[in-house]
């Protein structure tokens, strides 16, 4: 075993052990509360519905693929027409620019 491992191993069982100490302590300032303690809730939900969940919060942010293809399309005329002023500016430049040689 390496000593990186051994090293992760033995703070995991560290972790584990002041996690279990504060459970304890939790328990007694209830008990001397009087306040009984909650039901324990689930850690974390069951995987079926954070699989559920996670494709519903997608969906939700999915872009429509038709709307990026216009988007797309929309782009590239505006890219065009672009190239074409510009060129069309140049071709005006060089104009005026020997008309008045």
Do not use: W
Not at 73 to 101: D, E, Q, S, T
Request: charged share 20%; with cysteine.
């Amino acid at each position: 075993m390496s000593d990186r491992l051994q090293e992760l191993l033995r703070q995991k069982a560290l972790r584990a052990e002041q996690a279990a100490m504060l459970e304890r302590e939790i328990a007694a300032e209830q008990a001397r509360a009087g306040v009984t303690p909650p039901a324990a809730a689930p850690a974390s939900p069951p995987p079926a519905s954070v699989d559920s969940s996670a494709a519903a919060l997608l969906d939700q942010y999915r872009p429509n693929p038709r709307s990026v293809q216009q988007d797309v399309k929309r782009g590239c005329y505006l890219y065009f027409l672009g190239a074409l002023v510009l060129l069309g500016l140049g071709v005006l430049a060089i104009y005026l620019a020997y008309r008045h040689r």
